[in-house]
């Protein structure tokens, strides 16, 4: 069964830390992305990739960083992480513009 | 105004119910997503069209191009099939998506 994966389900960080989140899949997909999803706010994108390395800003990329060092992991990393940046964080991959898999999100509690 | 609009925001229905959820776009797309999240926030594609219509079991999703306009349907609507359904719309070559706010539905037994 194909399949995104984000390592964690539930996490709580305090203002200030450095917050790493994982996404892996498994599906040799070129694009991966990160969304956040907020009450009233719908899914929103932070940042997208089409290739290793790669990486282009979405339309909320402020205070985020992502990297792309393997086909199959994309990290998206909170510098100093703030209370505003409390939410569920969603990532999906694509086959260019098919097949769109989504893991089961983060959701991510800044205190 | 948003790209992607979505109605209703919020619908309730009996069991056995027929449901439409309806979703209207302003920007050009090479093809629409139905997407369902449940409570925990996982999203599963349920659809992806590009013109006329798509069955799978009891859903059935409709696009006109023309118009700028898709719908969801539910035939016989049971409470399993509680859920958050977002309209999404691919734009760019790339594959981003540009997501409706999501339509809630509930329905009672």
């Known amino acids: 069964d194909v399949k995104v994966t984000q390592s964690s389900r539930y996490l709580v960080k305090r203002t200030g830390e450095k917050v790493f989140l994982e996404c892996v899949q498994d599906?040799?997909?070129?694009?991966m992305f990160w969304y956040r999803q907020d009450p009233g706010l719908g899914l929103r994108l932070i940042y997208f990739?089409?290739?290793?390395?790669?990486?282009e800003k979405g339309d909320i990329p402020e205070g985020y960083s992502v990297s792309r060092e393997k086909k199959e992991r994309f990290s998206l990393i909170l510098e100093s992480a703030s209370t505003n940046q409390t939410s569920m964080y969603l990532c999906?991959?694509?086959?260019?513009?098919?097949?769109?898999?989504f893991g089961s999100g983060t959701r991510l509690t800044v205190v | 105004k948003n790209e992607v609009e979505q109605s209703p925001q919020n619908l309730t229905a009996q069991e056995g119910e027929f449901i439409t959820i309806n979703c209207s776009y302003s920007?050009?797309?090479?093809?629409l997503h139905w997407l369902q999240q449940h409570p925990g926030g996982g999203i599963v594609s349920l659809f992806m069209?590009?013109?006329g219509k798509k069955k799978h079991g009891r859903l059935i999703a409709t696009i006109n191009i023309q118009e700028k306009h898709s719908s969801l349907h539910i035939t016989a609507s049971h409470p399993r099939d509680s859920a958050v359904y977002i309209c999404?719309?691919?734009?760019?070559?790339?594959?981003?998506?540009?997501f409706g706010k999501g339509t809630k539905l509930s329905v009672k037994p």
């Open positions: 999906a991959s694509s086959r260019l513009t098919y097949g769109y898999t």
């Open positions: 599906m040799d997909h070129e694009n």
């Open positions: 990739s089409y290739d290793v390395k790669m990486k």
């Open positions: 920007v050009g797309i090479s093809a």
């Open positions: 069209l590009s013109s």
């Open positions: 999404a719309v691919i734009r760019g070559s790339q594959g981003n998506l540009i």
